[in-house]
């Protein structure tokens, strides 16, 4: 059963750091392009980052460029996303998603990506 479980979650001060995890199961994500998306209360889904099924390119959010990176490690079947210099408009449910394709396709649609994780909360606060 192809299954992604988000970890990494937190409440953090706003400036602090947190990082998150997206564990694949029952697939290997060597084939698939990965995304992590947001969505905070009353607002829609939204792209924060992606990256290419081998890693070679990825694409960021334009309110998150700078602060944070996604990375992944084929061999732990794992994708992180490294948040730092947290903003309160940060908060919202974080969602890992995985889609098959070429190796170097990357899109921040929710739309584009076909499994999905259960999210995790982050919430930005002092």
């Known amino acids: 059963q192809l299954q992604l479980v988000e970890s990494g979650g937190g409440l953090v001060q706003p400036g602090g750091s947190l990082r998150l995890s997206c564990a694949a199961s029952?697939?290997?994500?060597?084939?698939?392009?990965i995304g992590w998306f947001r969505q905070a209360p009353g607002k829609e889904r939204e792209g924060v980052s992606c990256?290419?099924?081998?890693?070679?390119?990825?694409k960021y959010l334009d309110s998150v460029k700078g602060r944070f990176t996604i990375s992944r490690d084929n061999a732990k079947n794992t994708v992180y996303l490294q948040m730092n210099s947290l903003k309160p408009e940060d908060t919202a449910v974080y969602y890992c998603?995985?889609?098959?394709?070429?190796?170097?396709?990357?899109?921040?649609?929710?739309?584009?990506?076909?499994?999905w994780g259960q999210g995790t909360q982050v919430t930005v606060s002092s």
């Open positions: 029952g697939f290997t994500l060597d084939y698939y392009a």
């Open positions: 990256i290419s099924a081998r890693g070679g390119s990825t």
């Open positions: 998603a995985a889609v098959v394709r070429i190796p170097y396709y990357t899109d921040l649609a929710p739309y584009a990506y076909d499994y």
